[in-house]
């Protein structure tokens, strides 16, 4: 069976601090990869996602980066932090893009920017 | 551009239904989903629905969908104290999953 995992669940970064988020699935081959952001309060939004290895899409512009290294690793990092990119950040996977192919979820990393 | 949109809380008594209203404005959305966040944790997929269907029943989950109005509702018949949790509504667009805000349901005892 298919296994999505994301570390460190939670993570406190002062403000300039570099960020990584690192996202691995298991059980499956050439997933498209998410990585999905929720602010306090606020819905779900898509940040980058991926169709295969060193392709990413960006959703928004902001100051995080998306790499995907491998196959089934997708690594979600900034250079410098800013206070409002505190929140839920989620990392997500499918296998192909049609509509029919339903996404899943990773358990999530909180981060904190003090 | 593709919108999503839930009320923001809803409240019930143990054993009672609810039902968790979502609109969406892409109307070539293929897909609808439901997930459910419990506090501190990732997304679990509750159910889905595609177009051309109007109801999906999956044991105490019921999914209706009107495509004219745009509509998707979620009914939990027989609630419990677990099914405390955020729910989301989400349209499949090509690439990507469009979500809602997301609807609070807390089960009273």
């Known amino acids: 069976s298919q296994t999505i995992h994301q570390w460190p669940a939670t993570l406190v970064q002062p403000v300039g601090s570099p960020l990584s988020l690192e996202c691995t699935v298991e059980g499956t081959s050439n997933p498209n990869l998410y990585w999905y952001r929720q602010a306090a309060g606020r819905g779900l939004q898509l940040l980058f996602y991926s169709v295969g290895i060193g392709q990413i899409s960006s959703e928004v512009p902001q100051n995080l980066s998306a790499s995907r290294p491998q196959d089934r690793q997708f690594i979600l990092s900034s250079k410098k932090l800013l206070l409002s990119d505190s929140g839920f950040y989620l990392c997500?996977?499918?296998?192909?893009?049609?509509?029919?192919?339903?996404?899943?979820f990773g358990e999530g990393s909180w981060l904190t920017v003090v | 551009g593709e919108d999503v949109e839930q009320s923001l809380f809803l409240s019930v008594r143990e054993g009672d239904s609810s039902v968790i209203n979502c609109t969406y404005t892409?109307?070539?959305?293929?897909?609808l989903y439901w997930y459910k966040q419990e506090p501190g944790a990732g997304l679990q997929l509750l159910t889905y629905i595609f177009s051309n269907m109007d109801m999906k029943q999956d044991q105490r989950l019921t999914v209706l969908l009107n495509k004219k109005d745009k509509h998707l509702s979620l009914r939990i018949a027989d609630t419990q104290t677990g099914d405390s949790a955020i729910y989301f509504c989400?349209?499949?667009?090509?690439?990507?999953?469009?979500f809602g805000t997301g609807t609070r349901l807390l089960v009273s005892p």
């Open positions: 989400a349209e499949r667009g090509f690439q990507k999953l469009v």
């Open positions: 997500a996977w499918s296998v192909g893009r049609s509509p029919g192919n339903t996404i899943y």
């Open positions: 892409d109307s070539s959305s293929t897909y």
